[in-house]
């Protein structure tokens, strides 16, 4: 097994750079030199950074450097090769991912997105892929570290790590419930944030009865979900106020913004934004707001319980453009939704706090014409109580209604999508006869073990998590649990049989 491990530090500034180059100091000093520290940036000046924090680092080199030595020219037989060579990559889904250059959240123009041509987005991806692909070729990994995919050149990331076989440990915030309320995160394998740690801790639990102090962990857990706050642990986590304003957060400091952005190579950092355009979509999202402010629904959960609730996701986000990319169009899904339930029952449309004003009022008008929508503005748990299903992309909500023992459908991919209590669709007619199950035959009451399950599951999610936020002060005891999962992946390489993940856990 390769002993050197590749560092991935996308667009992010300072803060980013700085982050990287305390963790690999710390995996350095808490492997005592067992493995070696590679890195790899988008920009020049990030890789400056990590050299000068981090001697001992090896940079593999910049994107922006790389682009100033591209020597491929024809960028079409490129793109052929990509699709060819790559099978389980949709190229095309993994460019819609990125926000700033393509509106797959249907806000139409609420984001202030620029339009590229194909030329250009074609051009961009290859770029990428190859200067991975040259990295990857250079040497060997024994895996890659990065955030998560809620970038274009992340999400390019992961697809070629996962060509090149390497191992990847995204060091991904799990999402904001915890039963003592405080920040963690976990390692996902993925750009969806599926987690081998947590697969394979309820899979060990499977064999056994939970203890008292687990169960109690549990108990405590569904505590904290059902009395759970979003604003509030949100504003507590990151000192910031819930509820995005309609116009820019850069409005404090808009003229170094502005002068920052114009210095920005659109070929490199393709996260340049065109002026105009988004100073236009923040007077729109100002006015939308205000225009839509009285369509949100009643504050009171006051409504036919043979309903189903659908949170709205906040967009543009990872959740939808990466988890759920094929659903991120959340008009055409409340639409299908409604079309899919049995006769009888409603659709209980919850708009995600954050969310308004970032897409046009004639949205939720034409939403509001089916007869089996109703918009609700009442505390999600509150209507979820009231409600017999829920449905999301990838939502927390699921989380909220297995801890309610409510029945999910998650369309997208996500941490939790392996439980088999949760259910799946793979077309809309299929969703059709899942909420039939769920909602006629009453599938999910009869299934007996499903508590047995769900406990598990939330022991093995919260004894994964490392209790730690991403910040650079946390770097040692993040060094630490990826030195660990390393070394239990390198124990099971070599056939020996570890010690019960479930008791290294617990233990800590």
């Given at each position: 097994?390769?002993?050197?491990?590749?560092?991935?530090?996308?667009?992010?500034?300072?803060?980013?750079a700085?982050f990287?180059?305390?963790?690999?100091?710390?995996?350095?000093?808490?492997?005592?030199?067992?493995?070696?520290?590679?890195?790899?940036?988008?920009?020049?000046?990030?890789?400056?950074?990590?050299r000068?924090?981090?001697?001992?680092?090896?940079?593999?080199?910049?994107?922006?450097?790389f682009?100033?030595?591209?020597?491929?020219?024809?960028?079409?037989?490129?793109?052929?090769?990509?699709?060819?060579?790559y099978?389980?990559?949709?190229?095309?889904?993994?460019?819609?991912?990125?926000?700033?250059?393509?509106?797959?959240s249907?806000?139409?123009g609420?984001?202030?997105?620029?339009?590229?041509?194909?030329e250009?987005v074609?051009?961009?991806?290859?770029?990428?892929?190859?200067?991975?692909?040259?990295?990857?070729?250079?040497d060997?990994?024994?895996?890659a570290?990065?955030?998560?995919?809620?970038?274009?050149?992340?999400?390019?990331?992961?697809?070629?790590?996962r060509?090149?076989?390497?191992?990847?440990?995204?060091?991904?915030?799990?999402g904001?419930?915890?039963?003592?309320?405080?920040?963690?995160?976990?390692?996902?394998?993925?750009e969806?944030?599926?987690?081998?740690?947590?697969?394979?801790?309820?899979?060990?639990?499977?064999?056994?009865?939970?203890?008292?102090?687990?169960?109690?962990?549990?108990?405590?857990?569904?505590?904290?979900?059902?009395?759970?706050?979003?604003?509030?642990?949100?504003?507590?986590?990151?000192?910031?106020?819930?509820?995005?304003?309609?116009?820019?957060?850069?409005?404090?400091?808009?003229?170094?913004?502005?002068?920052?952005?114009?210095?920005?190579?659109?070929?490199?950092?393709?996260?340049?934004?065109d002026?105009?355009?988004?100073?236009?979509?923040?007077?729109?999202?100002?006015?939308?707001?205000?225009?839509?402010?009285?369509?949100?629904?009643?504050?009171?959960?006051?409504?036919?319980?043979?309903?189903?609730?659908?949170?709205?996701?906040?967009?543009?986000?990872?959740?939808?453009?990466?988890?759920g990319?094929?659903?991120?169009?959340?008009?055409?899904?409340?639409?299908?939704l409604?079309?899919?339930?049995?006769?009888?029952?409603?659709?209980?449309?919850?708009?995600?706090?954050?969310?308004?004003?970032?897409?046009?009022?004639?949205?939720?008008?034409?939403?509001?014409?089916?007869?089996?929508?109703?918009?609700?503005?009442?505390?999600?748990?509150?209507?979820?109580?009231?409600?017999?299903?829920?449905?999301?992309?990838?939502?927390?909500?699921?989380l909220?209604?297995?801890?309610?023992d409510?029945?999910?459908?998650?369309?997208?991919?996500?941490?939790?999508?392996?439980?088999?209590?949760?259910?799946?669709?793979?077309?809309?007619?299929?969703?059709?006869?899942?909420?039939?199950?769920?909602?006629?035959?009453?599938?999910?009451?009869?299934?007996?073990?499903?508590?047995?399950?769900?406990?598990?599951?939330f022991?093995?999610?919260?004894?994964?998590?490392?209790?730690v936020?991403?910040?650079?002060?946390?770097?040692?005891?993040?060094?630490?649990?990826?030195?660990?999962?390393?070394?239990?992946?390198?124990?099971?390489?070599?056939?020996?049989?570890?010690?019960?993940?479930t008791a290294?856990k617990?233990?800590a």
């Amino acid at each position: 097994m390769s002993k050197r491990i590749l560092i991935h530090n996308a667009q992010g500034g300072t803060q980013e750079a700085e982050f990287n180059a305390a963790l690999a100091e710390a995996i350095r000093k808490t492997s005592g030199g067992e493995y070696s520290i590679a890195a790899v940036t988008l920009l020049e000046r990030d890789a400056n950074t990590i050299r000068q924090l981090a001697p001992s680092v090896h940079i593999c080199g910049s994107f922006e450097s790389f682009t100033d030595a591209r020597t491929f020219t024809d960028v079409e037989a490129e793109a052929i090769r990509l699709a060819r060579e790559y099978v389980d990559v949709n190229w095309w889904a993994i460019a819609a991912s990125e926000r700033t250059f393509v509106d797959a959240s249907f806000l139409v123009g609420g984001l202030g997105q620029r339009t590229e041509s194909r030329e250009y987005v074609e051009r961009l991806v290859v770029g990428l892929v190859r200067f991975f692909e040259k990295v990857f070729l250079s040497d060997e990994f024994a895996a890659a570290i990065c955030q998560l995919a809620d970038t274009l050149v992340t999400h390019v990331f992961y697809q070629v790590a996962r060509r090149f076989g390497v191992k990847i440990i995204s060091v991904t915030p799990p999402g904001w419930i915890r039963e003592d309320g405080q920040p963690g995160l976990l390692f996902g394998r993925d750009e969806f944030r599926h987690s081998d740690q947590v697969e394979r801790l309820y899979r060990e639990l499977q064999g056994r009865e939970l203890t008292e102090q687990e169960r109690e962990r549990v108990r405590k857990f569904r505590q904290a979900v059902v009395g759970f706050n979003m604003v509030r642990t949100y504003q507590s986590i990151t000192k910031r106020p819930f509820a995005a304003s309609a116009f820019s957060p850069h409005l404090k400091k808009l003229g170094r913004y502005l002068g920052e952005n114009a210095k920005r190579r659109k070929d490199v950092e393709y996260y340049k934004i065109d002026v105009l355009v988004k100073a236009k979509a923040n007077v729109l999202r100002a006015w939308r707001r205000w225009r839509s402010k009285h369509m949100m629904g009643p504050k009171s959960a006051n409504f036919s319980p043979r309903s189903v609730i659908y949170a709205m996701h906040y967009q543009p986000e990872q959740t939808t453009l990466v988890g759920g990319i094929f659903f991120a169009n959340q008009v055409a899904l409340i639409e299908n939704l409604a079309k899919a339930l049995p006769f009888g029952y409603s659709l209980i449309v919850k708009e995600h706090p954050r969310g308004r004003g970032a897409r046009p009022a004639w949205q939720y008008t034409h939403l509001a014409h089916f007869p089996n929508i109703e918009f609700c503005d009442a505390d999600p748990k509150e209507i979820l109580k009231r409600c017999e299903a829920t449905v999301t992309i990838t939502g927390t909500i699921g989380l909220e209604a297995l801890a309610l023992d409510k029945p999910v459908v998650v369309l997208g991919q996500c941490q939790w999508d392996f439980l088999d209590v949760v259910y799946r669709a793979k077309s809309w007619p299929d969703l059709a006869q899942v909420l039939r199950r769920i909602l006629i035959d009453r599938d999910y009451e009869r299934n007996a073990g499903r508590h047995r399950k769900i406990d598990r599951f939330f022991l093995s999610y919260l004894a994964s998590q490392v209790p730690v936020a991403r910040t650079k002060e946390s770097a040692d005891t993040i060094a630490a649990a990826i030195c660990a999962e390393l070394g239990l992946q390198a124990r099971e390489a070599a056939g020996a049989a570890p010690q019960s993940v479930t008791a290294q856990k617990l233990s800590a």
